[in-house]
């Protein structure tokens, strides 16, 4: 039988902690494709096209979303509000030869439908997950909960892999009581370009952590 797919999934612990760049980051530096399965808003550059551009990925190494819907909201309500029904049996990791990141929809509780969480539909891949956390006044908290839902499911989690300006406590904090590794801290990359943002993984991670 074919081995499956080398693949990884990139949660985060909220919307807007920095999934997408993190992802942009990782899909470089593993030379990986990547693949937002779920989209929720096409206003301004989608996930897929900010992570084209910055890892430098052609189109090929983007997979095509399985749902681009319009409204900005969950995707269980943008759904219905567009007349849409996610099926997670049409969320399957798609087939291929090259290693993939796959980055979800916001946060691990996010509802696909009335009735399935993402982290469900995670679950159900039996996939690894790396956890994407912000550094600021809240964190520990978000990233406990969040690994709480991933162990009570037997989610494989690599470790949690830090976005901003350093807060050490948080992020001791957070390896020590999450039991997880704690896998580096993107800083806040300024201007954001592809170059910039690949030598901050490069000094901030350790490439063999994801593979
Ligand atoms: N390391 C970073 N350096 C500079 N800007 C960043 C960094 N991380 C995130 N940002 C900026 O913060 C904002 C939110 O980041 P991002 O889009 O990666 O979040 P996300 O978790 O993918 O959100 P969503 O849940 O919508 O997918 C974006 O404007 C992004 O450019
Ligand atoms: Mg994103």
Redesign the pocket.
């Known amino acids: 039988m074919k081995p499956a797919r080398h693949a990884m999934v990139v949660a985060?612990t909220d919307?807007?902690?920095?999934?997408?760049?993190?992802a942009a980051a990782l899909v470089r530096a593993l030379g990986a494709d990547y693949w937002k399965p779920i989209q929720a808003g096409l206003e301004g550059p989608t996930?897929s096209e900010?992570v084209a551009e910055l890892a430098a990925a052609d189109g090929d190494r983007v997979v095509p979303e399985r749902y681009r819907l319009t409204t900005p909201v969950s995707p269980h309500l943008a759904a219905e509000v567009e007349g849409i029904e996610i099926g997670v049996e049409a969320l399957q990791l798609p087939a291929g030869d090259n290693s993939l990141v796959v980055?979800l929809?916001?946060g691990l509780m996010v509802p696909l439908t009335r009735s399935v969480l993402q982290v469900d539909l995670v679950a159900s891949w039996r996939v690894p997950v790396v956890l994407?956390a912000r550094t600021t006044l809240g964190t520990i908290n978000h990233a406990l909960l969040s690994l709480e839902a991933m162990r009570a499911r037997g989610i494989e989690v690599l470790g949690v892999a830090f976005?901003g300006d350093e807060n050490g406590d948080s992020e001791i904090t957070i390896a020590e009581l999450g039991k997880v590794k704690r896998l580096g801290r993107?800083?806040?990359?300024?201007p954001?370009t592809g170059d910039a943002?690949a030598a901050e993984f490069e000094s901030n991670f350790v490439i063999e952590d994801f593979k």
Do not use: C, R, Y
């Open positions: 985060g919307t807007g902690v920095g999934k997408t760049v993190f996930d900010h980055e929809a916001g994407v976005v993107l800083p806040f990359v300024d954001l943002l």
